[in-house]
């Protein structure tokens, strides 16, 4: 039993380094490491009994389903996404921020922290980090804003946006069995400190790095956004309709969403509204295709974590780490966090959601583990170079993007921490 619990140990090890060093990535990583945990444990491939747990069964073909209902919340929420995009609401949104702000570096930077959070609360991916980039990014150069800060701006923009961002809570769903409302009542715990230490560092940054380039040049195709559509000053409320539905009258993550999706094609009145529709599904789910992998890899990963021959052998190993205590609890995660970047075992798109499972397994509370999930997973969203946004920010603004993991790391475990003090009294 030792020996099998040593080779898939090693097996965890093995995998770790070669996703934090990119010879191989988390897509085939995680269906693999869970085939190697189950043929380690013992499990069958197949069997005749239909109660057996297998591989065939069990891990690959119930896994590959498991997270269908996280998996259709980011199909939705990318949908959403689209739909703003295609209507103009995006980049009106940046325009009023843009005036608002005039040509102070300070508050044109504060500004577009809390527009690019709206933004990202509505709609994550690659694509519309793109969008919202090419044309914050050079505003903020263009008024004298340091490369460096205007990266942070959007990266922790990313962050805040994606703890609001209901089309991706349905992951702590289906992994952990919590319902939304529960994720919900949680969500400010995670979401307040990152704000108010993101606003520090932004302010910090500013004060302490002087002023950058006062003239960019445009890359060569780059979007500006400027498609002059006329946008109702109502309709820009559309990004925040899903997150209030939530938060306020306990809907479910898909429902919310089409609700969003019909409120801002009602408010716009776009010359082609089916179109908008059809066209933003199709291209919401070209953007969130990694993703779409992503979690069908992770489902099939949980489903052999939780299989009894390999949950038998790991389980010990978890207990024996496993906080007990408040203080523990808080001490055990912040030190820890930095293990959500590079695609480690605290990243809820990686390795997190099974080792989340088995923290449940061995003893701790379901709410307990999604609040640390939640919570480290906001160093992995600003901090992680791994990350496809952290990539384009920092090419895109030409900074470096280990300078960017540098400096925002330990602002990111300060926000890890006060999180999880002022969780620590509302679950133990």
């Known amino acids: 039993m030792w020996v099998q619990a040593i080779g898939i140990l090693v097996i965890f090890l093995v995998f770790i380094g070669l996703m934090m060093t990119r010879k191989l990535p988390t897509i085939l990583a995680l269906p693999t490491m869970a085939i190697l945990f189950a043929v380690i444990a013992g499990v069958p491939w197949m069997s005749n009994d239909p109660e057996a747990t297998t591989i065939a069964k069990t891990i690959l073909s119930a896994g590959s389903m498991r997270l269908s209902g996280a998996i259709a919340g980011l199909v939705f929420g990318a949908w959403f996404g689209q739909i703003l995009n295609k209507v103009g609401i995006t980049k009106s949104i940046i325009r009023k921020a843009a005036e608002l702000a005039g040509d102070k570096p300070l508050i044109i930077a504060i500004l577009f922290f809390v527009t690019a959070s709206i933004i990202f609360s509505a709609a994550g991916g690659l694509g519309m980090v793109i969008l919202v980039g090419t044309i914050v990014i050079p505003i903020m150069l263009t008024a004298g804003i340091s490369q460096f800060v205007a990266s942070i701006v959007v990266l922790s923009g990313v962050g805040v946006g994606a703890l609001f961002n209901v089309s991706t809570w349905a992951v702590y769903v289906d992994v952990l069995g919590l319902s939304v409302q529960t994720i919900a009542d949680y969500t400010l715990v995670a979401a307040l400190p990152l704000i108010i230490v993101s606003l520090a560092m932004i302010v910090f940054y500013i004060r302490i790095d002087g002023k950058g380039r006062k003239a960019w040049a445009m890359p060569t195709g780059a979007s500006t956004g400027g498609d002059g559509r006329k946008v109702p000053t109502i309709a820009l409320i559309s990004p925040l309709v899903p997150v209030i539905l939530v938060f306020a009258f306990k809907l ?36 969130i295709a ?92 600003v901090s992680d170079p791994t990350n496809s946004h952290n990539v384009w920010v920092a090419d895109f603004t030409k900074s470096d993007i280990n300078e960017i993991l540098k400096k925002t790391l330990p602002w990111m475990v300060v926000a890890v921490l006060i999180s999880m003090v002022i969780g620590s009294f509302m679950i133990f």
């Open 252 to 287: 479910d993550i898909v429902p919310a969403v089409i609700i969003g999706a019909i409120v801002t094609i009602i408010l716009t009145l776009p010359k082609r509204p089916i179109h908008v529709l059809s066209s933003a599904l199709v291209e919401g789910i070209q953007d």
């Open 290 to 381: 990694g993703a779409l992998a992503l979690m069908i890899g992770i489902g099939i990963l949980l489903n052999s974590v939780m299989a009894p021959q390999v949950a038998s052998l790991i389980s010990p190993l978890i207990e024996s780490v496993l906080p007990s205590s408040p203080w523990m609890y808080v001490i055990f995660f912040t030190l820890l966090s930095p293990l959500a970047i590079y695609r480690g075992p605290l990243n809820v798109w990686g390795l997190g959601s099974g080792i989340a499972a088995l923290f449940v397994t061995a003893g701790m509370t379901p709410i307990a583990a999604m609040l640390a999930l939640r919570v480290v997973s906001n160093v992995q969203a």
